[in-house]
C-alpha cells in the first residue's frame, strides 16, 4: 500500500475492504511521505517492519527483488491526487498489478501515460469508483442493458455533501486540505473528487457515453481556489439526456449520491445512504422496490451480496467488491486463465481516464460563454 | 366559474378547494364553450339554472347588472390556457375580483394587459400556484426570511412527472390533448405547465428573483410539438445558483414537485408529495423534521393548517389556502378594511406576469449557442 | 349539527368533510350546552339564527315541524361521548337520519339500544371510523376479500399518540379534559377513543372478527382516572392471531394508526401518516408499493380518490368518504332506490356496538388474572 | 472457529466480522462433523492443513498443546444450537477465550453450567447478539441511560421475518432445518432464534429487566413443531410496560427488527434496516434525527463507527463490532490490563442465560391460562 497512514480515512476503507473477503493480505507499505510515520503505521498494522518502507520507490525496488511467492501481488495507491502518478508508473514497470484512488491521476496526460503503461505491461489496473460496487447499482445497469427501462431518456445524477460549508482546510483537516488545493487535487475540487463518482456512475448504469456538457462550476466559500460546487447538463449518446449536480457545500448533507434514470419503458432509482433499495417506477403501474437478495436479480447483483436479505451491506462492502473482483482477476491472470464477466466487473484505467476528460472538460465548459462544450 | 365543466380535473379542484372552509358558494358558471355541456354542469352541481350561462361573456354580463349582494363577488378562470385572458379581462372591467389558473395568460403581452388592467380596478387577483399553498412551503419561507438558513447559495427545484411518457394525446384525453397543442398552450409544453410551478416555488421560498438562465428544453415523444422535458441552470440574485428540473416523460413518476435550499447555516429539502414534513439539516447536526402542526412554526404556516399534527392535509388543502387568503381579502377589501399579511399570502398578477417571462425565456435560451440569457 | 361550536377539532372536521363534495349543505345546528355558544357558533358559521337553537331537543322538534324539503335531511352529533345517545336517539325517533362520531354512545347498552331504533326506523347511520374512508384501506380490504394474501394468520395494528404524555387535562385544554374523564368518556379512555379506531380498522380490512382477546390497560400519566395506553393480544376467526396497540402516552407520535396484515401469501403495510401508499409484500418477491390513483385498484378504492396520482388526499378526504357514501345513500333511500355498494360503504351501528363491546371486553380483560377473554 | 463450513451463513459473517479490523486472524477450525466437509472448508479458506481438525475435540486438545502465542487465543462456535456447550465447555476449560453464537446453548442448565465455568475459569465469554453493535443502539442505550427520555414507560420490539412462511425445512434447506428441529433447537423456533434478539435489544438500550410476562406462541406452518411466531406482553422494572413481537412466518418480511422506547420526556425509534438512523421524538418538538457519525454522540457510538456520516455501515459492520471489543478485551486480559468500558461493550454469558431464561418462560406462558408468568 502506498500512502494511507493510520488516521487517514480512505486508507482505513481500502484495508477493509481489502480484508473483508479474505482473499488480499496487507504485507508490505509505505504509508506516508514522512518514513517515520510510515513505520509507525506499519507497526500498528502488525507487518514485517523489514517490509515498511520509507517511499514508495523503496517499495517496488525491494519487494520486485523478492522471489516470486514472497513478494507483493499488486500495489493498492491511496495518496492524495498529485501521488498517484509515479507510484503507479513505478508499479506498472516493475510489473506489479495496481489499485488505485479515483481520479486516477492529477491530470489528464498522466493518465493518458499510464493507460498505455497498462496496456503495454498488461496489468490488472483497478480504480475505486467505489460506488458502482453496490449490487442494486449492478441491478441497475443490468436493468438497462436488457432493456427493461426501453430507450433511456432522461438521466439526474446528483452528489451533494456539505462538509466543505465551511473553510474547514484552514483548520487543519487533512481532507479538506489537499482536495482544495490545486497543486495536490488537480484542476477541480469538487467535480473531481466527487463529480467523477457521478460521471462514472451514470455512464456505468445507463451504458452511454456523456457526449456535451454544459457546465457551471462555483466556488461558494471565500478565499478557496477550487470550485465547491457545481451543475451540469450533459448529453449522451442516443438522444439521452441527463443532469449532474455534485457540491460540497450543500449544508448539512451526509454524502448522498443518487442517480435516476428514466427511459420510455420505465425508470428507476437508487440512493447510496439507502443502498440495499432500488426503486423501479413504470407508467401507471405499481411500484416495484427491488432489494438485495431478494427475487431474481441479475448475477452481478447476486455476486456482489454476501449476506440474506433484511442485513443492511453498506460502503464497505461495496468498496469490497472492487476488491474482490479485481483480486479474482488477478489470481486468474497470475493462474493464465481468463477472468469470468463477473470478476472483470470493476472500474479499469480506461474509467480514469474518462475521468480527467470530465474534468477537463467541465472546467472548461465553466470557463465558456458557449452553451455546449464537446466531450 | 369559467371552465371547469363536470369531469375536468382542475375544475373539481377548484370547486372542492373553495368549498373547503365555508368561506365560499358557487352560484353562477359558464363551465363549457358548449352551452349544453355547460347547462348540464350547472345542473349536476346544483345550481339555479338561470345562472349557469352559455358562455363567460354573458354570464359577466348578466351577473353584473344584478343587485349588490346577489351576483356574484369573483370570478373563476379554469379553461385551458388561450382562455384565460379574455375571461379574465371582462371579469376585472365589469368589477369582479378573479381567481385564474396558472400560467395566466396565453402570452406574456397578455399577461402584461392584464397586470395593468389589474392595478386600475384595484382587482384582487389570485393565481392558483398552489404549492405555495401548503403549510410547510410557508414556513421554509419564513425560515429563509428571518436568516435561518444563512445567505442561501444553492436551490434544487425538480418536477418529474411521466403522464406524458407517451403521446397520450392521441388518445383523445383532454388534459393532455390542449397541454400538448401550442394553439392552446402557448409557446412552451412542460415548461409552461409545470415549469413555472417550479419558478414559482423557488422564487416564493427563497424571496430571490431569478436573473439568468440556461435551459435545455427536450421533446422526447415523436410527433409532439412542444417541450416534454427540460433542465435550467439559474443564477439568483445575490449570487445564489439553481438547477432547475421539469419533465412530463419521467416514466412512473406522479407529481413529485421538491424543493432544496442550502445556505450557509443550513439547508432545507421539501417533497410535495410528502407535504406535511419539512427537513431542516445544519453542519454536524441532527436533522430536524418539522412536522404541520408541531412546535413553534410561523404564523404563515399555522394559519395554513386547519387539524392536528399527522392527520395529513393535502393538495385540495393547499389549493384552498389560496380560496381561503383570497377570500378573505375580497371581504377586507369590500369592507374598506387593510387586509392582513396572512390573507394577502397568495400569488397575484405580479407571479403571473414573471411565469410567462419565465416560458419566454427558457424557451429562448434553449434555443440560443450562448450559455446564459439574461432574465 | 350537534355539538361542534366554534373552536372544537371535530366539529370542523365533521364540516368541512361534509362540504368538500357539495352534497351536503349545514343548515342548522345546536352548537354547544351553552345556548349563548351555541347561537355564536352559528352566527359565524352564517347560518340562519332561526335555526341556531338553545340545544338538540329544540333543534329536532322545530326542525321535524319544517315542511319536507326544507328541514333537515339529517343530524351529526359531534358531542363528547355521553351526549350521542340522548340526541342520536331524538333524531331517529323523529325519522331523521343520524351521523354520530364515536364511540357510538357512553355504554354498550346504550348502543344496543341504539341499534335497536335505527333498525325499527330504518335509520341511515354513519359512525365516523375515518380511517376507513381512505382509499389505500378500502384497496387493502379489497385484497384480503379476493384473496390476494392467502389466508390470514398475523394482524398487527397499533396506534400510538403522544398527546396525553403530560396531565393536559389539568391545563383546560378541552379535548383532554373530557376525554379523561370517566364521567364523560366512558369506562375506558385511550381504549375507547383510539383503540375503537384501531379495532375497527383491523375487523374491516381483514374481514375476521376478533374473538378472544387478552389486555394489558395501564394509567402511566398520576392522577389520571382511565387508560392512557394499553396493548392487546387478539385471537380472530380462522385462526390468526393478533397485537393490538394503542397509546396516548407515546411521547412525540402525533397520530400514527398503522395495520399490518400477514397472510400465507403476502403482507401488507398501511400507515395513516402516508395514507396514499400501501406496500405489499410478498416472499422472495420485489416489493410492491400501490398508490392512490395509480393502476388497477379496487373499485372502491377508486371511488374514495378525487384528483391524480401524486396529489395527496389527507385526513379530510378520508372523512368526507364517509358523508359521501352516507350522503348518496340517504339519496338513494329517499328516492327509494336500492343503495349500491360503494355508497354503503361506511361504518354503521353496528360497528359502533362492537366498538363498545370492545371497549367492555378490553376493560373485562385487563382487570382478569385469565390469559383469555372471549370478545 | 467450530462450524462454520463454506456455505453456511453464519460461518461467513463470523469470519467476515472478525476480519474486518485486522485484529483478528483465523488460524485454525473444525468447520463440520463431516470430517472431510471440515477439511475442504479449511482448503478453501487458506488454512494451514494440519490446523484444519476433524472435530471440535481434536482442535481443542491440539492447540492447547502448542507453544503460547502460536495456539489460538480464543474459539469461535457457530454450530447449531445444539453443539453450542460441549465445545465451549472445553475450550474454557482448556483456556480459551470464546465467542458462540445465540442463544447461548439448547437449554438453560447448559448455559447455567457455562456461566459457572467462565467464572471458574474468567473466560472473556462474547455471545453474538450483534443487534447491541450497531452505533444507533449504542446511542440509543446512552441516551436512556442519562435520562434523555425521561423515565420509560413503554417499550415496543419486534422482529418480524418471512422466510418461514412456507414449509421451508422440507426443501432441505439447511437454515430451516436446524432451527424447526427441537432436537437441535431447543424448546422454542422464533422465539429462541429471533425472539431472544429482541429481548437482548430491547434490555440492552433501556438498562431495564423484564419482570413478568404473557406470552402466546403460535405455529402457522403445518406439521411444523416449534413456535413460528408470537407475541408477548412484558413488564419490565420500574413500571415500564412492553410488547414483544417476532414471526418468522410475516409473509414478505426481510429481517425487520425495530426498537421504539418511550419515556416520559421523548421516545426513540430505531430500525435495522435503516440501521445509521435514530429518530428521537419528543413532546411538541420538531423530531430529531440522529445520524451516525453525524454531531455529538456518545462515545459507544463513536467508537463502533468506523467510516464518516454518509457511507452506510452495516450489518457486518455492526457484528464486528462485537469482535472487536471482545478482540480488544481479550489483549487486555493477555496483557494483564484493564479492559475499558467501551471495549467490555459486548453481550456475555450472562445474557446468554438471560436468553435461555426467556425461552424457557415464554414457553411456559404460552401453554399457561394465567396471564402473568414471572421472569
Known sequence: MVGGGIGAFIGDVHRMAARLDGKIELVAGAFSSNPKKSKKSGKELGLDPNRVYNNFAEMIEAEKDLPKGERIDFVSIVTPNHVHFEPAKAAIEAGFHVVCDKPVTFNLDEA???QKLVKKHKTVFALTHNYTGYPMVKEARAMVAKGDLGNIRRVVVEYPQGWLATRLEESGQKQASWRTDP?????????GDIGTHAENLAEYVTGLKIKRICADLNIFVKGRKLDDDGAVLLE???GAKGILF???IAT????????RVYGDKGGLDWSQMKPNTLTVRRLNKNIEIKRTGVGKLSK???AATRIPAGHPEGFIEAFANIYKNFADTV????RKRQPNAINLDFPTIEDGVRGMQFIDKVVE???SDKKWTKF
Do not use: H, P
Open 236 to 238: 449522451f449518446e442516443k
Open 365 to 367: 465548459s465553466s470557463e
Open 112 to 114: 493518458k501515460q499510464l
Open 183 to 191: 497543486s495536490k487535487s488537480g484542476k477541480a475540487g469538487c467535480m
Open 300 to 302: 452481478a447483483a447476486q
Open 252 to 259: 448539512g448533507e451526509e454524502n448522498n449520491i443518487r442517480l
Open 331 to 334: 489470481l486468474a491472470v497470475q
Open 246 to 248: 455534485a457540491s460540497q
